[in-house]
């Protein structure tokens, strides 16, 4: 018995039995976590590729947004930190869910794009806020982020075709004409306010009913 305990005492020493024995529970913790947040990713992808047709369908704008920004964290999570401000009694909003995602889409990267050209220290991230109300007959959603503002001298030109203020490596104008039109498609209109140097919110507004 003495031997054998010896051996086992051995054997411990070789695998380093009290580091593998603290590590392990953690290592499994950590991989738990790790399928956890695959799986969210793909019920986030899922709910973004939702097939578009030409049929609009009720669909929870507040979950539809959150969805959205879990697939584009990559992009915003380095220099921003996202909030969400939703109404929780939100109706169901008829709208083409595939256009009204990359709209979303669009504006939260066009925010952490805007935040990051004004970082001065990478410590210190910046803040997107996105919130969702009803107004009378619309429901308003609303991106907010506190990066440099748009200067009042180019804000009539935001929704023209090519224009950006971007490089030629990263921006082709498109992106925030094209929103316009996707909204105004929903009977909508997309427009935006802008405080230069303290925040710029895009709101969508979008009927609450079938109006179009």
């Known amino acids: 018995v003495q031997e054998l305990a010896e051996k086992i005492d051995d054997f411990r020493r070789q695998i380093d039995f009290e580091f593998l024995a603290d590590e392990i529970p ?4 950590q991989s738990r976590d790790g ?3 695959i799986a969210h990713i793909v019920g986030a992808l899922k709910h973004f590729s939702h097939p578009d047709g030409e049929v609009k369908e009720p669909a929870d ?5 959150a969805s959205t920004a879990t697939i584009s964290r990559a992009r915003w999570t380095d220099v921003a930190d996202l909030e969400f401000d939703f109404d929780p009694e939100l109706p169901l909003i008829p ?3 595939g256009a009204f995602n990359q709209v979303v889409l669009n504006l939260i990267v ?3 794009d805007a935040i990051t050209d004004a970082m001065r220290d990478p410590a210190h991230k910046g803040r997107i806020v996105i919130s969702t109300r009803v107004d009378d007959a619309d429901v308003v959603v609303a991106v907010t982020d506190n990066g440099p503002g748009i200067p009042p001298e180019i804000q009539q ?8 203020t971007k490089a030629v490596d990263k921006g082709t104008g498109q992106g925030l004409s094209i929103c316009h039109s996707l909204i105004a498609k929903h009977g909508g209109e997309l427009s935006f306010i802008s405080d230069l140097g303290v925040e ?3 709101r ?4 609450r009913g079938d109006q179009v």
């Open 110 to 112: 066009n925010a952490a």
């Open 26 to 29: 953690k290592a499994i913790g």
């Open 204 to 207: 969508i507004r979008i009927p």
């Open 35 to 37: 399928l956890d947040r």
């Open 61 to 65: 704008l507040n979950a539809a947004i």
């Open 200 to 202: 710029t919110t895009f």
């Open 95 to 97: 709208v083409y869910l």
């Open 157 to 164: 030109r935001v929704f023209d075709p090519f224009f950006t």
